[in-house]
Nanobody, 115 residues
Framework: QVQLVESGGGLVQPGGSLRLSCAAS????????MGWYRQAPGKQRELVAE???????YYVDSGKGRFTISRDNAKNTIDVQMNSLKPEDTAVYYC?????????WGQGTQVTVSS
């Protein structure tokens, strides 16, 4: 059974930082493209950052220079370091594993950026 479990969300002030972690079981993160998505109230879910099997990365324009995605094959985890957070980063953040034939989602973790 595949499970993706996110952690690290919470309440942070504007300008602060958070590090989200996604722990995978049942799959190897090295064999999937792994991504972080977010969904704010009333908005569509969007891809925030992705690290592909070969190691290349993608970032949403609003996250470039602020977000860094990383993969730890030994721990089987995917992290995203988020710096200089803004109120518009407030959303539920989800981890996703994307393979050739299947994809898996975590349950999400809430990030709230507010003073």
């Amino acid at each position: 059974q595949v499970q993706l479990v996110e952690s690290g969300g919470g309440l942070v002030q504007p300008g602060g930082s958070l590090r989200l972690s996604c722990a995978a079981s049942g799959i190897s993160v090295s064999q999937y493209s792994m991504g972080w998505y977010r969904q704010a109230p009333g908005k569509q879910r969007e891809l925030v950052a992705e690290i592909r099997i070969g190691g290349s990365t993608y970032y949403v324009d609003s996250g470039k220079g602020r977000f860094t995605i990383s993969r730890d094959n030994a721990k089987n985890t995917i992290d995203v370091q988020m710096n200089s957070l803004k109120p518009e980063d407030t959303a539920v953040y989800y981890c996703k594993a994307r393979g050739l034939w299947r994809e898996y989602w975590g349950q999400g973790t809430q990030v709230t950026v507010s003073s």
